[in-house]
């Protein structure tokens, strides 16, 4: 299995809209692994390919304690069953060392297919619901830090092109 590079705002390929996954194969199976064992790497909980400059609509996660619970969601939607917002303190491994509050609708149904292309559909709240709303929004172009006000997303993008320069 490989690592592979995360890429970190406010990296302009992370705006790019993804495509539908259309063909499942072997080459698609090595990526789902790949970016499962970057996730657990990175120590995320939540991975879109997108954020691996893979721009197919495709997401894993594993919001479980134990990590020993992964999930694959390919060409995912979702429709909002519960209108109420929840808010949580959101991370992303491609804006490192932030965590802001943002507020998402409490229960989404997502449907979605899996990786031998069988569609699943379930119904997610807490932090599943959040998590999945968040790397959907990666499979768009968009990312938590756009649901901040200008003043903070200008800060933190300023503080990691620091951070990126140093480490060029
Ligand atoms: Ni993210």
């Known amino acids: 299995m490989t690592i592979l590079q995360i890429l970190e705002f406010p990296d302009p390929r992370l705006r790019k809209m993804a495509a539908p996954v259309t063909v499942f194969d072997a080459k698609l199976e090595v990526l789902i692994n790949d970016m499962l064992e970057t996730m657990y790497e990175a120590l995320g909980i939540g991975l879109a390919a997108t954020q691996v400059n893979v721009h197919k609509r495709l997401l894993?996660?594993?919001?479980?304690?134990e990590k020993d619970s992964p999930q694959v969601?390919?060409?995912?939607?979702?429709?909002?069953?519960?209108?109420?917002?929840?808010?949580?303190?959101?991370?992303?491994?491609?804006?490192?060392?932030?965590?802001?509050?943002?507020a998402r609708p409490s229960a989404v149904r997502v449907t979605a297919v899996d990786k031998q292309g069988e569609s699943f559909q379930l119904e997610a709240d807490g932090i599943l619901s959040t998590c999945i709303q968040h790397e959907i929004d990666h499979l768009d172009g968009k990312l938590f830090v756009d649901y901040l006000s200008a003043l903070k997303r200008q800060r933190i993008r300023s503080k990691l092109e620091k951070d990126h320069k140093k480490s060029a």
């Not at 894993?60 to 304690?65: G, Q, T, Y």
């Not at 390919?74 to 069953?81: A, L, M, Q, S």
């Not at 949580?88 to 802001?100: A, I, K, M, T």
Request: charged fraction near 30%.
């Open 60 to 65: 894993v996660l594993d919001i479980s304690e």
């Open 73 to 102: 969601f390919i060409n995912p939607t979702y429709e909002v069953i519960e209108d109420e917002l929840t808010e949580y303190d959101e991370g992303c491994l491609s804006v490192p060392g932030f965590y802001e509050t943002v």
